[in-house]
């Protein structure tokens, strides 16, 4: 079981920037691809950005060059950095272990809770 606990949300200017956090406990973070999905209001959830168990990185359209995922193994924990945020960028932003084959096992995947970012002025 793998617990996963979001941190960082807020409220911000826009142009101004924030820095996320996901904290997981209950297992090691390292075999799982790892995601930021966020869920404006009256809108589907979409997937921000995701960055696999080797370190590739991919990111939506609507946040390349402004928002950077990273993660740091051995503190099981996975950052997501926006940059020049704007409105639109304005929902719930979840963490989430992406369902995963190790080792000959499967594990499932895992959302976090959620922390709301408002971009607003």
């Known amino acids: 079981q793998v617990q996963l606990v979001e941190s960082g949300g807020g409220l911000v200017l826009p142009g101004g920037s924030l820095r996320l956090s996901c904290a997981a406990s209950?297992?090691?973070?390292?075999?799982?691809?790892l995601a930021w999905y966020r869920q404006a209001p009256g809108k589907q959830r979409e997937l921000v950005a995701m960055i696999r168990s080797g370190g590739f990185s991919k990111y939506a359209e609507s946040v390349k060059g402004r928002f950077t995922i990273s993660r740091d193994n051995g503190k099981n924990t996975v950052y997501l950095q926006m940059n020049v945020l704007k409105p639109e960028d304005t929902a719930v932003y979840y963490c989430?272990?992406?369902?995963?084959?190790?080792?000959?096992?499967?594990?499932?995947?895992?959302w976090g809770q959620g922390t709301q970012v408002t971009v607003s002025s």
């Open positions: 209950g297992s090691f973070l390292s075999i799982y691809d």
């Open positions: 989430k272990a992406e369902p995963t084959y190790y080792d000959g096992h499967y594990y499932p995947g895992y």
